[in-house]
């Protein structure tokens, strides 16, 4: 029997029909965990319906999503109902949904509830233990598949800001159950070794089963333990793990890990320049203030100088002679004023030009002068006094 030949387009126009046609396929109702979830600019919906064994694509168009009352999480089991579709460009089948209820949470994403839960209250994610992302990084390590697209989206950032850094790659698997493995031998490494400043863990988007490695015990203990801060760039941002939540940064994919630890070229020479600019400034402030020290300091040392003080106290001697040789000298003035004032009264009043007037002075027997008639009793001897002798005589008193 010949067989019939088909063409690639033909072959699958044929399970297409068989499929859409079929009347159990054009209306199903299938229970599952939902993982791989995205949620497109168009409104449409894209997730993946899986249990212990199968899986298999879904999407829900934007005209019934708009009827949901809920939003679909990883992990979540929902029951759906639609038709089986093929999707001729990829040769793939998916269910085509109408309606989704949800029934619960999935078996891996309980796990990663209860994971979560133990590492938290053991104080993982305490954000006292994380470590500060050096601002410049020169040497950084970077966890991922030498041989995926990650590597080369961080390269490419690397000669596109500055390609002078470093980027030393620990070669590991990012997918299956011995990931985990990998990376924590890759964070050991880099740890033993020393020689980065920063840690990039880094894996593409995928579904919850696609990223279970980055969920492991063993690797949030090795990520805690690092002395190395590390930056976690798994998945895309809807894409949540545990080791998003103990690393020391959470990056939203990995080109924006490596946008956050690899340093723009331009803005180290800017950085460089205003710190030297910062430095010249600081240090002309520092020689002006030691300048002003010094100068401050000389006054002191000439205000207190021995010498200084001598000729302060000499200067001050001098102002007190001077002001004590006018002193003196106001006084002789005074006193010459005085004297002379004394002698005009004393040649006034000298007994003598009194004498030569043609007076005549009259003493007692003891030398003093009598002034009054009634100071002279009779028979008392007195003497007189001329200009040109004395002559003394007894006082008689005249008889009336």
Not at 80 to 95: A, C, F, L, N, W
Not at 336 to 359: P, R, S
């Amino acid at each position: 029997m010949k067989l019939k030949k088909f063409s690639v387009t033909s072959l699958t126009n044929y399970i297409k029909l068989s499929l859409e046609s079929d009347i159990i396929l054009s209306n199903v109702n299938v229970e599952g965990e939902v993982s791989n979830l995205k949620y497109h600019s168009n409104g449409n919906i894209y997730f993946s319906l899986k249990d212990d064994t199968c899986k298999i694509n879904c999407i829900m168009f934007s005209r019934y999503v708009e009827n949901l009352d809920f939003e679909i999480k990883d992990g979540e089991n929902i029951n759906i109902v639609g038709k089986i579709s093929v999707y001729d460009r990829e040769g793939t089948y998916q269910i085509v949904c109408y309606m989704i209820e949800k029934q619960g949470i999935g078996e891996l994403y309980k796990q990663f509830e209860i994971l979560k839960k133990n590492l938290e209250q053991k104080g993982y994610f305490n954000e006292l233990h994380k470590k500060p992302i050096p601002k410049i990084c020169f040497n950084i390590g970077v966890i991922t598949s030498a041989t995926g697209a990650v590597i080369q989206d961080i390269l490419n950032v690397s000669k596109r800001k500055n390609r002078f850094v470093n980027i030393k790659v620990f070669n590991s698997l990012v997918q299956g159950n011995e990931a985990y493995k990998d990376i924590v031998q890759g964070i050991r490494y880099f740890n033993i070794e020393n020689n980065v400043d920063v840690i990039i863990i880094a894996r593409g988007g995928g579904s919850i089963e696609d990223l279970w490695a980055f969920n492991n015990e063993i690797l949030a203990e090795e990520i805690y333990k690092s002395k190395i801060p590390i930056v976690s760039g798994v998945g895309h941002e809807t894409d949540v793990t545990i080791c998003d939540f103990v690393s020391d940064l959470r990056a939203s994919t990995p080109t924006a890990a490596a946008e956050i630890c690899i340093p723009d070229f331009d803005s180290i020479i800017f950085l460089i320049d205003d710190c030297r600019n910062r430095l010249d400034k600081n240090f002309k402030n520092y020689i002006d203030v030691l300048k002003n020290k010094i100068f401050e300091s000389k006054v002191c040392i000439n205000k207190y100088s021995p010498l200084n003080i001598l000729r302060d106290k000499k200067f001050l001697i001098s102002n007190l002679f001077v002001r004590l040789n006018s002193i003196v000298k106001n006084k002789i003035m005074e006193s010459k004023n005085k004297l002379n004032d004394l002698k005009i009264n004393l040649e006034k009043n000298d007994f003598n030009q009194i004498l030569e007037k043609g007076f005549v002075l009259i003493c007692d027997e003891e030398s003093n002068f009598i002034k009054k008639a009634k100071q002279i009793k009779n028979s008392q001897e007195i003497s007189l006094i001329f200009k040109d002798g004395k002559v003394k005589g007894k006082f008689l008193k005249e008889k009336s």
